[in-house]
């Protein structure tokens, strides 16, 4: 992967955080790295791997193409609205379990109009 496409998708996954309202360490606990890791993502100078990739886009409410296209700047396919400071882990685990199953539902009602 190019670097120029790796600081886009860490550009892009640093802003779909911070507009999701959550802190790195609370990504990090959610999908189970540390947050230095998430930090090099965030930067472009590690590549991520796509299952991880799916993990903070289902979290974040965007499709994993949002992240790896370089194509306009979009809102989430799924916005929840909540304070993320007010929230405990489970909450928060809670939040991302409906952001997946409602972008995924978004999804197959897009595939039956096709």
Do not use: H, W
Not at 64 to 88: H, S, T
Not at 94 to 102: E, G, Y
């Amino acid at each position: 992967m190019s670097a120029q496409i790796l600081k886009d998708m860490g550009r892009r996954l640093k802003e779909a955080r911070k507009k999701a309202g959550l802190t790195q360490e609370q990504v990090s606990k959610l999908v189970a790295i540390n947050k230095v890791q998430l930090s090099y993502y965030e930067n472009g100078t590690r590549e991520i791997n796509i299952t991880l990739l799916e993990k903070l886009a289902n979290l974040y409410g965007y499709s994993v193409k949002y992240f790896i296209e370089n194509g306009p700047e979009m809102e989430p396919d799924v916005q929840i609205a909540f304070r993320a400071e007010e929230l405990c882990d489970e909450d928060l685990e809670v939040v991302s379990f409906a952001k997946t199953f409602l972008k995924n539902l978004s999804e197959m009602r897009t595939l039956q109009r096709m």
